[in-house]
């Protein structure tokens, strides 16, 4: 290759350069210095409270017992019959 020739690809790599970063710039513009505010998360205790002895005492009702009304007939109860 000439000189001329390196010269004029020097000159078109540059120019190419130039206008990519013109174009991105363009495209996605300066970042933006904004502030936000965050909410401040609140620290966990170790403590821990009695909970109420009107919910929580040994006459309350238990929703973990079974409670079965009438008899049970048939062991397959939806067999049709």
């Known amino acids: 290759m000439k000189k001329s020739d390196y010269a004029v690809l ?8 130039v206008v990519s970063f013109v174009a991105v710039k363009a495209l ?3 970042p933006k210095n904004s502030s936000t505010t965050v909410e401040v998360a609140k620290t966990i205790s170790s403590s821990v ?3 109420s002895t009107t919910i ?3 006459d309350a009702i238990n ?11 048939s062991e397959q109860p939806f067999t049709g019959q």
């Open 10 to 17: 020097v000159l078109i790599v540059s120019l190419s350069l």
């Open 28 to 30: 996605f513009g300066e």
């Open 49 to 51: 409270t009695e909970p």
């Open 56 to 58: 929580f005492n040994k």
């Open 63 to 73: 929703p973990t017992v079974v409670i079965q009304i009438g008899t049970a007939n």
